[in-house]
Nanobody, 124 residues
Framework: QVQLVESGGGVVQAGDSLRLSCVAS????????MGWFRQAPGKERELVAS????????YYSDSVKGRFTISRDNAKNTEYLQMRSLQPEDTAVYYC?????????????????WGQGTQVTVSS
């Protein structure tokens, strides 16, 4: 059973930076593509960024492009989301997700595994 555990959330002020981490554990070579989603209160969950197994392909939503960077360290089974210039509208629960496909999926239905989420709150 694959498990994803996020960390790094917290309360920051507008303009600050934060880095989220997600460690995957379980059967080796069970996950390849990974991504980060977020869900703000009263809104649907949305894809923030995704990354392929090799890291060579990435996807960013328009709302975070240029501010967030997704990366991964396969030796540590870990993916990261570096968030810069955070704004109050970035406040949400951030979820790590993983898939058995090699690419960088952009559809929520493509991800088979999910973390429990970590809260990010940005105050103005």
């Amino acid at each position: 059973q694959v498990q994803l555990v996020e960390s790094g959330g917290g309360v920051v002020q507008a303009g600050d930076s934060l880095r989220l981490s997600c460690v995957a554990s379980g059967p080796s070579r069970s996950v390849y593509g990974m991504g980060w989603f977020r869900q703000a209160p009263g809104k649907e969950r949305e894809l923030v960024a995704s990354i392929s197994w090799t890291g060579g392909t990435t996807y960013y939503s328009d709302s975070v492009k240029g501010r967030f960077t997704i990366s991964r360290d396969n030796a540590k089974n870990t993916e990261y989301l570096q968030m810069r210039s955070l704004q109050p509208e970035d406040t949400a629960v951030y979820y790590c997700a993983a898939t058995q496909s090699y690419g960088a999926p952009v559809r929520e239905s493509a991800f088979e595994y999910w973390g429990q989420g970590t809260q990010v709150t940005v105050s103005s």
